[in-house]
């Protein structure tokens, strides 16, 4: 059984960062994919960014250098490091795992960004 479990998260002024973590654990072998997706009030469920196994990543444009994400394969770990945070970018952020075909989710956690 694979879990996914967050970390970060919170309340920040426009222009601050925050981090937000994921770790997966369970049997997770080979080529897999892990990322964030995020959901704002009204709104779909949306890619924020995603990192495979093998290191390449992809980016909503929305976010594009302002966010970072980066894996450790060791740990079953992806960090997003999310600066010049704006007020769009409010919304609950789910961790996303793609292994062998399928797809888990992981609880979601808040980001509000307010001043």
């Known amino acids: 059984q694979v879990q996914l479990v967050e970390s970060g998260g919170g309340l920040v002024q426009p222009g601050g960062s925050l981090r937000l973590s994921c770790v997966a654990s369970?049997?997770?072998?080979?080529?897999?994919?892990m990322g964030w997706y995020r959901q704002a009030p009204g709104n779909q469920r949306e890619l924020v960014a995603v990192?495979?196994?093998?290191?390449?990543?992809d980016y909503a444009d929305s976010v594009k250098g302002r966010f970072t994400i980066s894996g450790d394969n060791a740990k079953k770990m992806v960090v997003l490091q999310m600066n010049s945070l704006e007020p769009g970018d409010t919304a609950v952020y789910y961790c996303?795992?793609?292994?062998?075909?399928?797809?888990?989710w992981g609880q979601g956690t808040q980001v509000t960004v307010s001043s």
């Open positions: 990192i495979i196994s093998d290191g390449s990543t």
């Open positions: 369970g049997s997770i072998f080979g080529l897999y994919r």
């Open positions: 996303n795992l793609v292994h062998r075909g399928l797809n888990y």
